[in-house]
């Protein structure tokens, strides 16, 4: 099922999303999947991310098929909330004909999309798009529906009044009043950004621990940001419970009319030496192995 993890602003969109793919048998398959992404059409710029359905074998991987689905909606319209439709109709229509699809059984063909944007007339939108889970009676079908269906919120105020929003998707039973409440305070007092950040990433590695996550959810996260002031550009992350040289990005997409239509997926920058730390107390021994305390080692100099 995986985790994803959105809060947004007046000032930036921050999104963390587990990167754990478990099995149909419930196994981990990998701790490495990619399932999120920045979104750029006419009149929005958007973080996005997936749960659900990650891969059927190597014939059907849903971070590459969802690449190339919003920026065929976007081909149709290329205006967020027109964009999100049409791409509903797409999955809907995807999840109906592919055979690749339909050879897994319906309870492994639920899938979920979050986006949530910066529009161009000020204001904040979230959007989720499920086959399965009902944002509003807060429900979640156990198996694949028919149709994909679109929850839009826009904000009732304009960003700069610092509307806030907190969203999960996946196992978002897993996520307490209390977690939500402690991103609010954060959000509504304009905390920085690695404040905000940070309390998102405990979060969604606290959930990894929780019975009612049920094994699905990861400890290795993407992160994403849109800073409101420039919100063309999004800033990837990182987080992980253990020592890596790979940083992986999250994917692109830009559906804009007058656009490059470039897409850019999976990758990841890597290093000869250590550059993904698992959070250290700056006193500790620093992961690498070198003896030393971290904050004489690897700890970075922001921290």
Not at 272 to 277: H, K, N, T
Request: glycine share 6%; net charge neutral; charged share 20%.
């Amino acid at each position: 099922m995986t985790f994803a993890l959105v809060a947004a602003n007046a000032d930036q969109i921050i999104q963390v999303s587990d990167r754990r793919l478990t099995g149909w048998n419930g196994g981990v398959l990998t701790e490495a999947a990619g399932k999120s992404g920045h979104l750029l059409c006419d009149d929005a710029s958007a973080l996005y991310c997936f749960t659900g359905l990650a891969t059927i074998g190597d014939q059907f991987i849903t971070s590459r098929w969802l690449m190339e689905a919003l920026q065929a909606a976007s081909k149709r319209n290329a205006r967020f909330r027109e964009l999100i439709e049409h791409f509903s109709e797409i999955a809907t229509e995807q999840f109906r004909s592919n055979p690749v699809v339909l050879s897994a059984p319906p309870e492994h063909r639920r899938l979920t999309v979050m986006l949530t944007a910066y529009a161009a007339d000020g204001f904040v939108f979230n959007a989720l798009v499920s086959n399965f889970q009902d944002f509003i009676n807060y429900v979640d079908h156990p198996t694949a529906q028919p149709k994909f269906t679109v929850y839009c919120w826009r904000s009732a105020v304009p960003a700069f009044s610092n509307p806030t929003v907190v969203q999960a998707i996946g196992a978002f039973s897993a996520m307490t009043e209390a977690d939500e409440q402690a991103m609010r305070r954060l959000l509504e007092k304009r905390a920085p950004y690695a404040a905000i950040r940070q309390k998102a990433v405990d979060i969604v590695g606290s959930i990894s621990d929780r019975h009612r996550s049920a094994g699905t959810v990861g400890k290795r996260m993407n992160t994403a940001r849109i800073d409101s002031g420039a919100p063309m550009a999004a800033y990837s992350g990182y987080e992980s419970d253990i020592v890596e040289q790979g940083l992986s990005v999250v994917d692109m997409v830009d559906g804009r009319t007058l656009g490059s239509g470039l897409l850019v997926g999976q990758i990841e920058l890597t290093s000869e030496v250590p550059i993904v730390f698992p959070s250290v107390h700056r006193n500790a021994p620093c992961p690498c192995g070198s003896g030393k305390k971290f904050r004489f080692c690897h700890r970075p100099r922001s921290q």
